[in-house]
């Protein structure tokens, strides 16, 4: 299980909301001396990491392992843009790295003081990425030019997994001082989080996804099958359109993925990655074995259409 649940955090209560300010790109260099990996044009790429200093690349819908990186620290959850890039959330050194499809090192890096990101989402529409800390801190930033702002609320202790949708709202699973989890909304335009009521309660760190259509949310289960509710969100309200049943899988605290027709994820008691059908759900089509050890991000990496 990655730290995002395993992590206890001794933290005091933030301000409203924290100023602008600006955030420095840092280029880094090759550490690990391993070549660019040779995909065919238009691959496809499934990126698992572990909360071990591990990050898998695997050809996707085959997967088929290509390559395995040493990423310092404790990468957590991922997320892509609209060109493949891939953002890996790295919590021990505070940071976000971001890789070219297929790329062994870093094409940048952005530094989060305090922050402990544990999870990302990109806006399709603008490129900006979200990242979301364990420490009372939600950063949204722009790659290209750098300009950061900083969220807190003083009821959110912390900040977990993030999505945007279609309409570049920001949904975020967080953890308030007096209610516990709860689903969070930052929407388009606005400088302020406020809570979505759901219909049900949630217990613990789930990931939430956009699936085009919906928000899909993740419920614990304590037992099979793992679930994942589809949600349709007006006014910070939401209504359950339709739950996703994972046969012979059980909730996970790691991260799922949505690529199209097809949901990738992850057992609670095991480091396989699965794959399904999506909504439909059922029994898994392809399992890859040891993926992990201790699966905590899942993500494809597609390349532009």
């Not at 790295?90 to 297929?102: C, D, H, K, L, M």
């Not at 999505?163 to 967080?174: H, I, K, M, R």
């Not at 759901?198 to 419920?219: H, M, N, S, T």
């Not at 201790?294 to 993500?299: E, H, L, Q, S, Y």
Request: aromatic share 12%.
């Amino acid at each position: 299980m990655g730290s995002i649940f395993r992590r206890v955090l001794f933290i005091f209560a933030g301000a409203a909301i924290i100023s602008a300010c600006s955030s420095a790109q840092v280029p880094s260099g090759n550490q690990f001396g391993l070549p660019a990996l040779r995909t065919p044009r238009g691959q496809a790429l499934l990126y698992v990491s572990s909360d071990y200093s591990n990050e898998k690349v695997y050809s996707y819908p085959e997967g088929k392992l290509l390559q395995t990186l040493d990423i310092p620290g404790e990468p957590q959850a991922l997320c892509t843009d609209k060109l493949g890039d891939v953002y890996i959330a790295e919590s021990y050194g505070e940071s976000v790295a971001e890789y070219a499809p297929g790329g062994t090192e870093p094409i940048a890096s952005w530094e989060f003081p305090k922050v402990t990101p544990e999870a990302c989402a990109v806006d399709r529409a603008t490129g900006k990425v979200a990242v979301a800390g364990g420490n009372q801190k939600l950063v949204v930033f722009s790659p290209t030019t750098g300009n950061t702002t900083y969220y807190s609320n003083s009821a959110v202790e912390n900040y977990f997994y993030a999505t945007y949708d279609a309409d570049q709202n920001l949904f975020v699973e967080v953890y308030t001082f007096g209610s516990g989890y709860e689903l969070w909304e930052l929407g388009k335009g606005s400088s302020k989080l406020k809570h979505v009521k759901l219909p049900f309660r949630l217990c613990c760190p789930l990931d939430v996804q956009w699936d085009g259509k919906y928000l899909a949310i993740e419920e614990k289960q304590s037992s099979l099958p793992a679930t994942i509710d589809r949600l349709a969100v007006a006014d910070y309200r939401a209504k359950v359109e339709g739950r996703v049943r994972l046969t012979y899988t059980q909730s996970s605290t790691s991260q799922f993925w949505i690529a199209g027709s097809t949901l990738i994820h992850s057992d609670y008691y095991s480091d396989d990655v699965a794959f399904f059908k999506y909504p439909a759900g059922g029994r898994p089509t392809k399992t890859i074995v040891r993926a992990g050890p201790d699966v905590v991000g899942i993500a494809v990496s597609e390349p532009p259409k």
